[in-house]
């Protein structure tokens, strides 16, 4: 018979949203100023691919109503919308944390430095799905905002940082640790908010900066 520790510790869950940047070693000083000319093609593939990513939560809206399921299928081509997105946004100014150039791919694409995965949920909440998109997640929109685009019509706090360390990179060649680890945190809580926005997992995103290259693993 086992023997079970009575006050044993429980293991939290890792977060269902995956978002991972590794950082290149070595960054071109200047090819950050021509990225946004050499991400044109991603993008104009992308305007398309996020119509679809629209439609196709419209769909799964009223297939988690009827039936608590997000059809695999669609939930599948989401999240390579947004593993090809999050590629695209880490070779650009929303990281600037590689020069190797984005795949086009829906992808896993495990050998690209930026990854992101969700994990499939067998079951969803029939009720969530009416509210969580706008009225339980409108206090995570508020710090989205000040993230990407910020209170007063200028740049968010992501694009500040990167264009501080674009500065860095372009007078030392270097790009500080701290500051990545910083904006991979604030990219995390960007896209947990996005994911359960887009009804895509029922776990509410913590209001916790988990920064760092990696995912933080399940913690006691």
Same mark, same amino acid.
């Given at each position: 018979?086992?023997?079970?520790?009575?006050?044993?510790?429980?293991t939290a869950?890792? #977060?269902?949203?995956? /978002?991972?940047?590794?950082?290149?070693?070595?960054?071109?000083?200047?090819?950050?100023? /021509?990225?946004?000319?050499?991400?044109?093609? #991603?993008?104009? /593939?992308?305007?398309?691919?996020?119509?679809? %990513?629209?439609?196709?939560?419209?769909?799964?809206?009223?297939?988690?109503?009827?039936?608590? +399921?997000?059809?695999?299928?669609?939930?599948?081509?989401?999240?390579?919308?947004?593993?090809?997105?999050?590629?695209?946004?880490?070779y650009g100014?929303?990281?600037? *944390? @590689?020069?190797?150039?984005?795949?086009?791919?829906?992808?896993?694409?495990?050998?690209?430095?930026?990854?992101?995965?969700?994990?499939?949920?067998?079951?969803?909440?029939? $009720?969530?799905?009416?509210?969580?998109?706008?009225?339980?997640?409108?206090?995570?929109?508020?710090?989205?905002?000040?993230? @990407?685009? *910020? %209170?007063?019509? *200028?740049? $968010?706090?992501?694009?500040?940082?990167?264009?501080?360390?674009? /500065?860095?990179? &372009?007078?030392?060649?270097?790009?500080? +640790? *701290?500051?990545?680890?910083?904006?991979? $945190?604030?990219? +995390?809580? @960007?896209?947990?908010? $996005?994911?359960?926005?887009? &009804?895509? @997992?029922?776990?509410?995103?913590?209001?916790?900066?988990?920064?760092?290259?990696?995912?933080?693993?399940?913690?006691?």
């Amino acid at each position: 018979m086992t023997e079970t520790t009575p006050n044993a510790p429980k293991t939290a869950a890792a #977060h269902p949203v995956r /978002v991972e940047g590794d950082l290149q070693p070595e960054l071109s000083r200047w090819l950050w100023l /021509v990225k946004w000319l050499l991400l044109i093609p #991603h993008v104009i /593939v992308l305007v398309f691919l996020w119509i679809a %990513f629209v439609l196709t939560t419209v769909v799964a809206f009223f297939a988690i109503l009827f039936t608590e +399921r997000y059809p695999r299928a669609l939930f599948d081509f989401n999240v390579g919308v947004l593993r090809w997105t999050w590629r695209v946004l880490f070779y650009g100014y929303d990281a600037l *944390g @590689t020069d190797r150039y984005p795949p086009f791919s829906l992808g896993t694409e495990p050998d690209y430095p930026a990854r992101l995965d969700i994990a499939y949920p067998e079951r969803l909440s029939r $009720g969530l799905v009416l509210v969580k998109w706008w009225l339980l997640a409108l206090p995570q929109y508020l710090v989205v905002v000040a993230f @990407t685009s *910020g %209170f007063w019509r *200028g740049p $968010g706090l992501i694009a500040c940082l990167v264009l501080i360390a674009a /500065v860095a990179l &372009l007078f030392t060649s270097r790009y500080p +640790r *701290g500051l990545f680890d910083f904006v991979m $945190g604030l990219n +995390r809580w @960007t896209w947990r908010v $996005g994911a359960y926005a887009a &009804l895509m @997992t029922d776990v509410y995103p913590p209001f916790r900066l988990d920064q760092g290259a990696r995912e933080p693993e399940a913690s006691p």
